[in-house]
């Protein structure tokens, strides 16, 4: 024990006083951000629908790390692509393994499909998933570093129905939602096609080396088809005259593309073939796609920031099993942009449902609180959506709250109730109250709400 003399406060001189200062706010990191409870209805509403057509066409979910290795994106999504070149969040961890965050989601889904053996399984294997991924994009509007993606792939059929039906499922979880989609659609072939194909873009390209960006001088080196999609506006106007994919396609692929086209057709799906379009990941083979809002189409060819932007994008991927060291086997699939998706519907003015709170379960003292608790969990249980505020004690202020929830009824426990095993129904309309049997307060509130029905 410290005995009162030997403890001494230490003396401070007036220059030693120490001003306190508030720690430095932190931030969300840039490109990231908190999504919060006022926007999460429009994201719920998303998932809801996404998840409910998924399920629908007998997809299966699937979870997969949002860590992988820094290969599976090297490879799988392509070294010269501009995500591998420039928007990875890779890092060394202590161990030395080189590990990536997600910047999407097809690359991890095939990963886990030959990890897990689902080879095994009767194909095709019709998965979705939903979550976070991370780019290193340069933020601006409709971008960030962290978003959100729903995703369906069919891995094993290479039939080109399941494309058509991949931007059909695309399409209806858009349509109902509220969006009007169209469909921005290309053929890019088998590799092959695209060797060929390949060396015809460069000897074009060579012949306007001089009007080339440093940036495009690059690309005609390590990726001369990304040059289709340059944001360059320079590049539009020789991109005009430069040779197109699909007449380098071979029959199979042609016949393949045509195939998608008329279950298109026959779907009601709108699209609009863009010759131009490539996408921005080395893993495709034959069809690719983007989705477009319909209320502003895009001139094919145009680049995303020319039009609006994309609110999802897919294609067949038949490749890239074999670039992750399983046995070759056809994909394909499609994933939509949920950041885009939710603000799309708040400039369309699209309003999600609110949970309705039919009761709010009102008490006046400790005893009238303590059953207010029970009541709560016996509406719960039978299906009643309730609100309540357990914590305020003064009736006007719970009055305030459930006026602000639209409930219909009130329950109002007070000590008199609690004596009486009696509880006091109030209709929050016309202010009328009427006094029950506490025991039977889930069959009358009942009662009453199918009454207002
Ligand atoms: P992606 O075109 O790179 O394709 O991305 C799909 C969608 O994700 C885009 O159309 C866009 O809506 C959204 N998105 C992409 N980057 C961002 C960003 N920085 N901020 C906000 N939204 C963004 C893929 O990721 C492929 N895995 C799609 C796929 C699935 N292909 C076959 N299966």
Same mark, same amino acid.
Not at 197 to 225: C, Q, T, V
């Given at each position: ?141 409709g971008r960030y570093r ?65 009007? !080339?960006? $440093?940036?495009? /001088?690059?690309?005609?080196? *390590?990726?001369?088809?990304? +040059?289709?999609? &340059?944001?360059? %506006? ?14 380098? !396609?071979? $029959?199979?692929? /042609?016949?393949?593309?045509? *195939?998608?086209?008329?279950? +298109?057709?026959? &779907?009601?799906? %709108? ?13 495709y083979t034959g069809t ?166």
């Open positions: 024990m410290i005995k009162k003399k030997e403890f001494k406060k230490p003396v401070k001189k007036d220059a030693e006083v120490v001003v306190k200062k508030a720690p430095p706010s932190i931030a969300p990191v840039r490109g990231m951000r908190d999504i919060l409870p006022a926007e999460n209805p429009w994201w719920d509403m998303v998932r809801a629908k996404c998840r409910e057509i998924a399920v629908a066409y007998g997809f299966e979910h699937i979870d997969t790390p949002v860590l992988e290795e820094t290969a599976l994106f090297v490879r799988g999504v392509g070294k010269y692509t501009d995500i591998v070149e420039k928007e990875l969040y890779s890092f060394e961890t202590l161990g030395g393994s080189k590990l990536t965050l997600r910047p999407e989601g097809t690359a991890g889904v095939m990963r886990a499909y030959i990890s897990n053996g689902m080879v095994n399984l009767p194909q095709p294997v019709k998965l979705w998933y939903e979550g976070a991924m991370f780019r290193h994009d340069r933020p601006q509007h962290q978003f959100y993606q729903f995703g369906c792939e069919v891995i094993g059929e290479d039939d080109a129905v399941t494309d058509a039906q991949l931007i059909l499922i695309s399409h209806i979880i858009l349509k109902e939602l509220g969006i009007k989609a169209t469909i921005n659609i290309n053929s890019i072939g088998t590799p092959e096609v695209r060797t060929n194909y390949r060396n015809a873009l460069i000897s074009f390209f060579r012949g306007y080396r001089a009007k !080339l960006s $440093e940036e495009d /001088k690059k690309r005609l080196l *390590r990726n001369p088809m990304r +040059l289709l999609d &340059s944001k360059d %506006p320079a590049m539009l106007e020789i991109r005009a005259e430069a040779p197109q994919i699909v007449d380098w !396609l071979d $029959e199979t692929s /042609k016949m393949h593309f045509m *195939r998608v086209l008329e279950y +298109l057709d026959e &779907s009601n799906v %709108p699209y609009q073939l863009d010759p131009y379009l490539v996408r921005g990941l080395d893993y690719v796609f983007e989705i477009f809002p319909e209320q502003e189409p895009v001139a094919p060819g145009m680049p995303e920031e020319a039009g609006p932007i994309a609110l999802g994008g897919g294609g067949r991927y038949d490749g890239l099993a074999e670039i992750l060291g399983g046995r070759p086997t056809p994909a394909v699939g499609f994933s939509l942009g949920l950041d885009r998706v939710v603000s799309h519907l708040k400039t369309l003015g699209v309003r999600p449902e609110k949970f309705p709170r039919e009761v709010f379960v009102a008490q006046l003292g400790e005893q009238g609180r303590k059953k207010a608790l029970a009541i709560f969990e016996e509406l719960r249980k039978a299906g009643v959506s309730a609100g309540e505020a357990f914590s305020k004690d003064s009736i006007r202020v719970q009055m305030d709250v459930a006026n602000r929830l639209g409930a219909k009824f009130a329950i109002v426990i007070g000590q008199k109730e609690v004596l009486d095993g009696t509880a006091l129904i109030r209709d929050m309309d016309s202010g009328t109250q009427e006094i029950v049997d506490a025991s039977k307060i889930v069959q009358e509130i009942k009662k009453k709400l199918e009454h207002q029905v």
